[in-house]
């Protein structure tokens, strides 16, 4: 089980990252449904240990931050998935 | 550690999330809704010119629509930075460069005098062009891009029948099954994020 990714926010920024190239903050902020606080707090955890990259950028004269999932976020995430669903297996069986 | 009755629903989230992003355009749609009103407006004027209902200087809608279209694509594609690209997305825009890229070569070589399909010969060719993009979407688990793709191919089997209403049945065909996919794919997107 990954520790990162037992908080049901970082798993969700991370499902949302996995089936796209990046993401804003602000289309994440409308998917995960959180406040601009917690969503910068859990997303600089994922930054901080690699499993998402920040990019920063100027739009418009407007500052941006996109994301993206690394390989070792996908291959974290994969191995989570796994044990949720051993841990599920091995409930149903008790 | 957590229960099984949580790590259920952490993998039933993940589970919503990711049938949600992989199948869903986000970028895309505002295109199909372009696209398949400027398709249609350009068959639906060299139909209106063959029939003498228009004057022929009526081919400038046409080619209005065709370069607001380009116009919009080049602006979307700068201002999509913003938001966000699925991996579906940057698929879809990879094949519709494509189609787009063989349908301009086939009107190149029609510009030079080949003649080879005539004008409604190279909206046919856009449709099936466009009907390829949306069976391509499909095959990802989008049934709403099957469905516009089986309505572009109806209305070819129709302008194929019907030759004399060729450009009302190719206009319809990319105004319901194009622009009404794209429009239809918005609502669900904005309905995942409400």
Known sequence: ?94 | MIEGSEAREHLAMVDRIVERTSSRLNVGAEYFVVWGIASATMSLSWQLISDHRVPFNAIWIAWGAALLAVAFSIWRGRSAREERLTFLDREFLTVLKVAMGVTFFVFAIELFGANLFGSIGLGAIWSFAASIVLFYIALHGNRRARGGGILILLSLVVANIRPDYAGYALSAGMLVGYAGFGVVEMLAASRAVD
């Open chain 1, 1 to 94: 089980m990954d520790d990162l990714l037992l908080s049901k926010i970082r798993l969700a920024i991370v499902a949302e990252l996995l089936a796209s190239e990046w993401a804003s903050f602000s289309e994440l902020q409308k998917s995960v449904a959180t406040t601009n606080g917690n969503l910068s707090s859990h997303l600089a955890k994922l930054v901080e240990n690699r499993y998402v990259e920040e990019e920063k950028s100027f739009v418009d004269r407007r500052p941006h931050s996109r994301y993206r999932l690394t390989s070792l976020g996908r291959e974290r995430m994969i191995a989570h998935v796994r044990s949720l669903q051993s841990l599920l297996e091995k409930d149903l069986q008790s």
